[in-house]
């Protein structure tokens, strides 16, 4: 399946729950139900920080609202001289208990209560079992053919016993199961109901890379074991200090929510913010585009080299980037004939083609996957923003002298102050795992997560290093042709790109003067002013859109857009059919200057305010979104240079094509063929293009090679 959460849903319909709120002082009065508490394992070598093997390394929620919970409700039953039974995990040194590594050794400390439960040594109402096994019923048996727990239930005339501790998947389950079974054959007679309380419960944590150190040990992440409760705790109990739930059946608890917002870590923000500068490049170099025509083509054919030098090394490739940026732009600035322009041009494309690839990929690999669409999209507000920018300070230097000069020096400005922020920036945090600098790279992930979440990521990584073989070698870009889950990835990454550009968004851009023009408005300055209300439209959009795509998802997100660039183009092109249509001959020859081709230019502007109002939300940021995201760690650099190689390729197309296909069927038929192009666009969404919302990038992975060989056969990836 895609994900987790289709899996527990899909078990939860099998196994329905059936809930009811129960309270200490309630069970006190049920006449003839005597309650028993069981305690497992809350011992020092499973809840204590740093206490052994199995202990958690740093503090941990879940283990601490467990403890909590259990002695809460340990002091409530005693003082009610209600029993209580409490197991011990303890082992000797001769007798390991595989596939666990050593723990709960007797003598060490860890097989002993954790600190806020010892009281329950001296307590006259508790029975405690040291056990060497799982099974805590199962290590109650004595040699005579007796059981401890069975006794204890039968000595205290208990009905029903409520059960919490740790760890949920293992002894607390094969605890519960083996008493439900003993139970239905009368072997623990009166006993009648068993109730698991979920918050009480927790499971222990041995993550990926300590696994690997242990010979023989068996992995165990917490985070990725799915916990068995039977009840759950709800809101609105009357008194907490007593409150019990109860439930007449089982149920899969899901995995704790992730949460975590934009705005929620100015570490992530920084980083986000810092990388995105170089989609403000990208920006200001379109709109310069936009008014001087200078040529895409040296863009696209570097966008290869900036997937290569990624793969290597993330930053410098940044870096660099800004390097030739700066020194490209300065060039051009300063260019004393066209030449010195076409070199300085050169170098800006190359900077550029770095920048467009590294930029999203490093957002990505530093994000948390519940908000990394949205913290990608920011480059792509960053893009709009430099579009946006470079309009204003076209309007702001028309009446200088050197215009275009000012435009391509400023653009220098924003490459050095990246090139400052990188410099105190580290690499991806999963780029530096992959490269065996697990330190550094745990101590990035240290300041985007807290301590439970850290857990998790670093098991991810440790997972992904292991699995991911073809991280340590060079991938070329054949290679990528050989897998047919790449083939896959690779199709629906580099086809959002092509359509990105095929659906017009650049044909705007770049000729919206142009477009304004034409639609009846004659002045220069007032079609720069409504192209620079088109970019501040775009950029917008890109916010909305952040907003969105992980809220949303990538594909209803951008089968949104599209659905509505196709009306929006419908629009535009009803507007230039009423211009030429003779119909309308009453405004006479002079249109585009009567008041009638005034009301015809407005309803085109509209068309093009609707399109890029349906476009930057979707169609803008998901492309860029996707293709971060959709690629194994050794293909992400390469597939994603290509999939950019395939963005510029086609806006230097469509920017080339455009006006051309104007003079030759004219502006009403171009805009009719770009809406027959989004149609197209729509289907390849709809069969090719999967939802990547909130998955690892492991997850991600696993989906393309599901789709590649079935769910059985991405177990293992075929050429």
């Not at 322009?341 to 519940?370: D, M």
């Not at 003067?513 to 620079?532: D, E, K, R, W, Y």
């Not at 469509?654 to 809406?675: K, P």
Request: aromatic content about 10%; hydrophobic content about 45%.
């Amino acid at each position: 399946m895609g994900s987790d959460a289709m899996m527990l849903d899909a078990l939860r319909a099998e196994i329905p729950v059936e809930e009811e709120e129960v309270f200490l002082p309630a069970m006190e009065r049920m006449q003839g139900r005597a309650v028993g508490l069981v305690l497992i394992d809350l011992v020092n070598g499973f809840c204590t920080v740093g206490a052994g093997n199995l202990a958690p390394p740093l503090p941990n929620k879940q283990i601490s609202t467990m403890v909590e919970e259990a002695s809460r409700l340990a002091k409530a039953f005693c003082v009610r001289n209600w029993p209580v039974f409490a197991f011990l995990d303890t082992h000797y040194p001769d007798k390991p208990e595989p596939p666990y590594p050593p723990h709960c050794i007797i003598g060490s400390g860890e097989e002993n209560f954790v600190p806020a439960l010892e009281w329950l040594e001296k307590d006259p109402n508790v029975t405690m079992k040291r056990k060497d096994c799982i099974d805590g019923f199962l290590c109650s048996e004595e040699s005579d053919g007796s059981n401890i727990f069975s006794n204890w239930v039968k000595a205290n005339d208990i009905k029903v016993v409520l059960v919490l501790g740790i760890c949920t998947d293992i002894c607390v389950l094969d605890f519960t199961c083996s008493l439900l079974s003993a139970r239905n054959i009368g072997r623990v007679y009166p006993l009648e109901d068993v109730v698991v309380y979920s918050d009480g419960c927790a499971t222990y944590d041995l993550p990926v890379h300590v696994a690997k150190n242990n010979k023989g040990a068996l992995a165990h992440p917490r985070n990725y074991f799915i916990t068995w409760d039977f009840t759950w705790p709800r809101e609105g109990s009357q008194n907490h200090d007593d409150r019990v739930i109860s439930g007449s059946s089982g149920m899969l608890d899901p995995l704790p929510q992730r949460r975590m917002s934009y705005f929620g870590n100015r570490y992530v923000l920084g980083l986000t913010v810092a990388a995105g500068i170089g989609g403000l490049l990208f920006g200001y170099d379109t709109g310069n585009n936009c008014e001087y025509g200078t040529s895409r083509c040296y863009d696209w054919g570097l966008g290869l080299v900036g997937g290569s030098m990624m793969h290597m090394v993330e930053k410098k490739a940044a870096l660099l980037a800004d390097v030739l940026f700066a020194i490209g732009s300065l060039v051009m600035c300063a260019a004393p004939d066209p030449y010195v322009l076409i070199t300085g041009r050169l170098v800006v494309g190359l900077g550029i083609g770095v920048a467009s690839v590294t930029s999203p990929v490093y957002i990505a690999e530093a994000s948390p996957s519940e908000i990394r669409g949205g913290l990608v999209s920011t480059n792509v507000l960053m893009i709009t923003g430099g579009q946006f920018l470079s309009y204003l300070v076209n309007l702001a230097f028309t009446e200088v002298p050197g215009t275009w000069r000012w435009m391509l020096g400023v653009a220098a400005v924003p490459a050095i102050l990246q090139f400052f922020l990188m410099l105190g920036l580290p690499e991806s945090p999963r780029w530096l795992y992959l490269k065996k600098d697990e330190a550094q790279a745990i101590c990035v992930l240290s300041k985007i997560y807290d301590p439970d979440r850290l857990e998790q990521e670093i098991d991810l990584l440790a997972i992904a290093s292991d699995v991911d073989l073809d991280s340590e070698k060079t991938v070329s870009y054949l290679d990528v042709f050989r897998s047919k889950e790449i083939r896959l990835a690779f199709f629906a990454g580099a086809g959002l790109q092509a359509f990105q550009q095929l659906t017009g968004i650049n044909t705007v851009m770049y000729y919206s003067p142009t477009i304004v023009q034409m639609a009846g408005f004659s002045s220069n300055q007032l079609a720069l002013l409504l192209s620079l209300i088109v970019a501040a439209m775009n950029a917008a959009g890109t916010v909305i859109g952040i907003y969105l795509i992980d809220r949303c998802g990538r594909r209803r997100l951008a089968l949104t857009s599209l659905a509505g660039v196709f009306i929006s183009l419908l629009i535009l092109a009803s507007a230039f059919f009423l211009q030429s249509s003779h119909l309308h001959g009453s405004c006479g020859l002079n249109l585009l200057h009567g008041s009638c081709g005034t009301n015809i230019g407005w309803f085109a502007v509209l068309g093009l305010a609707l399109y890029i109002a349906f476009f930057a939300p979707g169609m803008g940021p998901v492309p860029w979104a996707v293709n971060s995201e959709i690629y194994p760690e050794a293909y992400r650099g390469v597939c994603g240079g290509m999939s950019a190689t395939i963005n510029w390729m086609f806006n230097l197309i469509v920017a080339q094509v455009f006006l051309s296909l104007v003079s030759a069927v004219g502006v009403a038929w171009t805009f009719l063929i770009i809406a027959g192009i989004a149609v197209v666009a729509f289907v390849f969404v709809l069969v090719f293009v999967p939802e990547t919302k909130g998955l690892t990038f492991e997850q991600v992975e696993r989906l393309w090679k599901e789709r590649a060989w079935g769910t059985y056969g991405s177990l293992q990836s075929q050429p």
